[in-house]
């Protein structure tokens, strides 16, 4: 089985903001894949160059960076142009899955509910404009940075005093802010793994974090975060959310894996799209290796289920069809 993939490179770390968080799940699927005997070897391309990349003559890469350049289109059309096989969405997917704006507005072009929205300029917006946005959207609301991942760039605001500080945190990291409807509920996610027709979504995660603040710490290094999976939800629930998850991944085009989050309103268990991750973590807390594992599928038989979806990644995978 392993001399099927030939010389495989995981690609980790880069320069994105996420980083630190990427060097941990490359660590982490190199392991995996090595103790499958396949010849994988670890790759950074914010120590490395290109050219280096081509040099290895890799049969096939495992993307394990998070955010951007590595997340968002622009290394995949690089690997393409080289001709390397590689897991996760083809460049137009993945360039929609990192902005969080398009994705929305993608979602709600087909009826897919999403959080009520205002896309705010980082530098031009002004105060009055601030004050505005909490008589639109209500309080509290988010305030999010659309290209940014793994809770960076990200701030809840509960009065009007706080808009400015808020939005000034979101600005370093983005050229526009994403104002965002607060949804009061529970805090769900969704793998799913597959290709179009194909696509399957493994069982829903519920997150529980300390007063309801799951930011990077509580994510990747706290164990007070509480993970139910499979989420206690009924069966006809649990149903639908998962197959609004596969709805949402094939509606951006999406390809071999993802993780969509959702929130399930309390009032009446209305579920609502947050973002797709087109390259999700596989650290020791990661929630796509949790899911399969509630499903039976172990970490490293993961890494190699998601990389063996990499020979049907670069001839196109841009068969976009309405969810």
Known sequence: MASEFGK??????????????????????????RSKGIDAHGFDPAERSIAELAAEKFDRVFIAL???????GTLQGVLEQLG???????????????D??????????????????????????THDELRK??????????????????????????GYSEMQSGFDLCAKYDDVVLAEEFITGRELTVPVLGTGRNARALPIV??????????????????????????????????????????????VGSSGWARVDFMLRA??????????????????????PMAAKAAGVSYEDLCVEILRSADLDLIPSQDWKPA
């Open 66 to 72: 998070h955010g951007r350049y590595g997340e968002d």
């Open 84 to 98: 390397l096989p590689y897991t996760g969405s083809g460049v137009m997917a993945s360039s929609i899955g990192m």
């Open 8 to 33: 495989v490179g995981v690609l980790f770390g880069g320069r994105s903001a996420e980083r630190e968080v990427s060097l941990m799940s490359g660590k982490g699927v190199l392991a995996a894949l």
């Open 133 to 158: 946005v909490p008589d639109e959207l209500g309080l509290p609301l988010m305030l999010k940075a659309p290209h940014e991942g793994s809770t960076i760039g990200i701030s809840k605001v509960i």
């Open 100 to 125: 969080k704006v398009m994705t929305k507005r993608i979602w709600l072009s087909l009826g897919l509910p999403t959080p009520r929205f205002i896309v705010l300029d980082s530098k031009d917006a």
């Open 267 to 288: 009032a009446d268990n209305e579920p609502f799209l947050l973002e797709i991750n087109t390259s999700p973590g596989m650290t020791g807390h990661s929630l796509v």
């Open 206 to 251: 519920e997150i529980r974090a300390p007063q309801g603040n799951y930011d990077y710490e509580h994510k990747y290094f706290s164990d007070d975060t509480q993970y139910l999976c499979p989420a206690p939800l009924d069966a006809e629930l649990t149903k639908r959310i998962q197959s609004l998850a596969v709805r949402a991944f094939n509606a």
